[in-house]
């Protein structure tokens, strides 16, 4: 038996294979149609899926669960808003039911779906009580697994951790509250901060990279970090500091057994992970006892497929 | 059948007897001896619940568990340090296991009680998902409900959600870091900020009734709210501002179906709740979208007998 795991993207939705020890066996890429709306795309889904499993000389019988991974809020009753992808009170989950009859279908937030995976097959494996993912990449996202199982709260509202607000910042989160985590600790936040620096006058070498101000990305404040740069040091620590308190307040509140880092920025692993622990105790309550392990996500962009393809495991 | 819940605090220490509708039948109250150490406290609170059984004309074979409420973090393995009490590193469950032999016993953080207490019989009931509750006292406390059972994390450190940050304030919490929630919403940080504003010389009815600043408690701020006071519109504007940025963090991390609200300045409820919620959605992700309840707590200080006395449903 197999799984299969779709995870749809703002620009592609890729649809993989994967058996039954998390391995991808085969995996096909289509672009996400975001003009054509919903049916379009789940129709294309639907033929996708079908020509992986000829391709690989299967049949729908030989298929245990679909799911699906999706970049936005569904609600309890499975209906989805997705203003990138032009998606507006979508019945999402009743029309994949319909679609893929015969079959078990689930569907979750992208960041749930990521911390299903590394819970199953990557850095949060046999971490039964409480695991934690944070995604470090335009935004802040969050997934939590309690008991081997997604946690999506009451109302699938849960996990939206780059929302909590853990200070007071110079610009609005897009979400219109000040002081979001990932007002602070994304790559978006990074960008900003360190546009704002330069903006006001100060020397970097990111200046000798770039046209304008809006070229410059994490992996430069990162990299000039590498090499000394006093306005990426300002803009690093600033990140890590507040990574620091939001990582704390999450301890505060669920205390995991561990804490994996993902998304783009987590690849400046060596970067993030040095001395954070010391800092994250400090906003620790208990700071004389053990908190959990702090690391880096280990699945990388196949969390989406496999995440996707076990939603349903420990459920069923 | 009957349970035994033993509420343990600075002060004084409550014993209840409790049936198994959550009544209870009967509770003997003795001074928390604080200055002998904490096998003369277990010697007390175990000769105490002897009386009230045979007060009751029942034997301990009538006791089904046995609960204990500890103003403090209890480890995993059972060890309690609790400074208030004179308990440093106490093998506090190994010795009420020892003591209570042939009985189940239990302790949990009296926060956790309490939330147990309102989920079972009070503000909270059937609320299976996930309940959440507040309690706004000296500091702030919270015990969190999942499926069912007290949520306490990988390491019994979670749901001090007292100590998540959520903004940046102007003074230190007793744990060291600055911005967290109890520092904003506490009965202390009511007091601390009217004798801030008093204090730069603004004027205000309180002063009218104490001899000191010292002398001002938050039940006076919200009378001087109530009529009017501009001081304390100020002060308790600020508190509900923060407490709106606290649950709305609360709810974009745990998504409960309801919030309770408890402890001593819970008693002003109509000026808590008034405006509250729409304060809240401003810091929720999802504002378009209904999120849990939030109410007042009902048990009131019987919280912490019950809870104790039925620490051990839904885990047996």
């Not at 994949?96 to 078990?104: A, E, L, R, S, Y």
């Not at 939206?160 to 200070?167: A, L, Q, T």
């Not at 999450?250 to 994996?260: E, F, H, Q, R, V």
Request: glycine share 12%; aromatic share 8%; with cysteine.
């Amino acid at each position: 038996m197999y799984n299969i795991g779709v995870d749809i993207g703002g620009t592609d939705t890729k649809i993989g294979l994967v058996d039954l020890n998390g391995n991808i066996i085969d995996k096909l890429v289509l672009k996400t149609d975001t003009i054509s709306g919903f049916d379009k795309v789940i129709n294309d889904i639907k033929n996708t899926v079908d020509n992986l499993i000829n391709k690989n000389d299967l049949s729908i019988s030989d298929i245990e669960t679909i799911g699906f991974g999706v970049p936005s809020f569904i609600s309890k009753n499975g209906r989805v808003t997705c203003v990138n992808l032009g998606w507006i009170d979508i019945e999402f989950v009743p029309k994949i039911n319909n679609i893929f009859k015969g079959v078990k279908t689930y569907a979750e937030n992208d960041a749930t779906v990521a911390a299903v995976a590394e819970y199953r097959f990557g850095s949060m494996k046999n971490h039964n009580d409480v695991a934690l993912m944070i995604t470090l990449g335009t935004g802040v996202g969050g997934g939590i697994i309690i008991n081997g199982k997604p946690f999506t709260g009451a109302n699938n509202m849960a996990s939206e951790i780059g929302h909590i607000v853990i200070g007071e910042n110079y610009y609005d989160c897009n979400c219109k509250t000040n002081g979001c985590f990932e007002t602070f600790c994304s790559a978006t936040a990074i960008i900003k901060y360190a546009q704002k620096l330069i903006n006001e006058g100060r020397d970097s070498i990111i200046s000798n990279n770039i046209n304008s101000l809006e070229d410059i990305t994490a992996k430069m404040v990162f990299d000039a970090y590498r090499e000394g740069d006093k306005v990426s040091k300002e803009v690093i620590l600033r990140f890590k500091k507040y990574l620091a308190i939001g990582i704390g307040s999450l301890i505060n509140t669920l205390d995991p057994s561990i804490i994996a880092i993902g998304g783009g920025v987590s690849k400046a692993d060596d970067i993030i992970l040095d001395g954070l622990c010391d800092m994250v105790r400090k906003n620790v309550l208990y700071k004389e006892h053990d908190f959990g392990e702090i690391t880096i996500a280990t699945l990388g962009n196949d969390a989406g497929i496999i995440g996707a393809a076990f939603l349903g495991e420990g459920r069923i």
